[in-house]
Nanobody
């Protein structure tokens, strides 16, 4: 069983940056692809980015591409999402997730979720 704990959310002004982190425990971290999703008020949860177990393959949503950078440290069992040029549309609860592959995380439901961290971007 994978346990995922997010941190790093908060309030930031538009144009600013935040770095989210997710710490994993419970199973060998390097076996899983890791990713981030977000859910804004009144909207469905949406895919943001994912990274393969080796770190060599990444996938980003259109809104994240070019602004967000995802990385992982298998030695520390952590994955981080560097978010730059934030705008009000990035306001959401951000969730860390684990899955079998980048492709599966991006397209199919997973049962491994963190509890989320709030990101609020003020304009």
């Amino acid at each position: 069983q994978v346990q995922l704990v997010e941190s790093g959310g908060g309030l930031v002004q538009a144009g600013g940056s935040l770095r989210l982190s997710c710490a994993a425990s419970g199973v060998p971290f390097s076996r899983y692809a890791l990713g981030w999703f977000r859910q804004a008020p009144g909207k469905e949860r949406e895919f943001v980015a994912a990274i393969s177990w080796s770190g060599t393959t990444t996938s980003y949503s259109e809104s994240a591409q070019g602004r967000f950078v995802l990385s992982r440290d298998n030695a520390k069992s952590t994955v981080s999402l560097q978010m730059n040029s934030l705008n009000s549309e990035d306001t959401a609860v951000y969730y860390c997730a684990a899955g079998a592959s980048v492709g599966m995380l991006a397209t199919a439901p997973t049962k491994y979720w963190g509890s989320g961290t709030q990101v609020t971007v003020s304009s």
